[in-house]
């Protein structure tokens, strides 16, 4: 998720994204950028049966529902369901490693930077295996171990600090889980290791950088050179050091 600066969300509260990060409450570039990325890899079955899994408050699953045959959010905290269903009808409440749905249910799975806040990432895996159909995608988006900022925070001292605080995930991990438990960040191989055994196929891997709306907002000319710049090391192995993973996954006929 992109993750606001306090004042941006009027809804913002502390305690809750330290838990399971801020939701997307204003639709900006990066959010139409990502959109577009989600739509290319579906190729197709975005028209099909969809599950946002981890929808927030409904801003990705209102926009697939637009072509989507069917189309269902879901979301561990209740407040974000109540919201996501005032803007579609089909959101469940519940947790990502007990998905209530039937096995092979899903044509295209979103996983848009929820991952890292799930009790169990692995077991979350498995349910996405679960209830896509084969030839089914999934798409992830998760925080990337290589970006220079931690987005999401960190304690020191028994208090909570929300923003970007620089270098944190480049400490041994036991330093830097101490100083951001409430979240996880990955490296390829850590996400190579978590897909061990499922029936998933990588299709495509990729790391990005963000948009950078929050910055244009008040600095256009700086903030639009910044991310032109840094989305264009995508394209070179310098996006090793990208805000977030992208991997599309098919499910196995097996």
Known sequence: MNHPSPS??????????????????????????RLQMILAAAQGRERGRVF????????????????????????IEWERTREAYARHPRVVCGAGEHVPFASASFDLVLSHEVLEHVADDRQTLAEIARVLAPGGRLVLFCPNRGYPFETHGIYWRGRYYFGNIPLVNY?????????????????ARDLARLL?????????????????????????RLGKFLRAFLQGLEKTPLRVFGLSHVWVLEKTAA
């Open 8 to 33: 941006s969300s009027p809804r913002f509260d502390p305690d809750k994204a330290a838990l399971r990060g801020a939701p997307s409450y204003v639709w900006r570039a990066g959010q139409e950028r």
């Open 52 to 75: 946002v899994d981890g929808c927030g408050v409904g801003q990705y699953l209102v926009r697939l529902a637009e072509t989507a045959a069917l189309a269902v959010g879901l979301d």
């Open 171 to 187: 400490l041994p991990r036991r330093w830097r889980d101490r100083l951001a438990p409430h979240v996880r960040v990955y490296t």
């Open 196 to 220: 061990e055994g499922l029936p998933l196929r990588v299709v495509q891997r990729t790391v990005i950088f963000g948009a950078y709306d929050n910055i244009i907002a008040r600095f256009p």
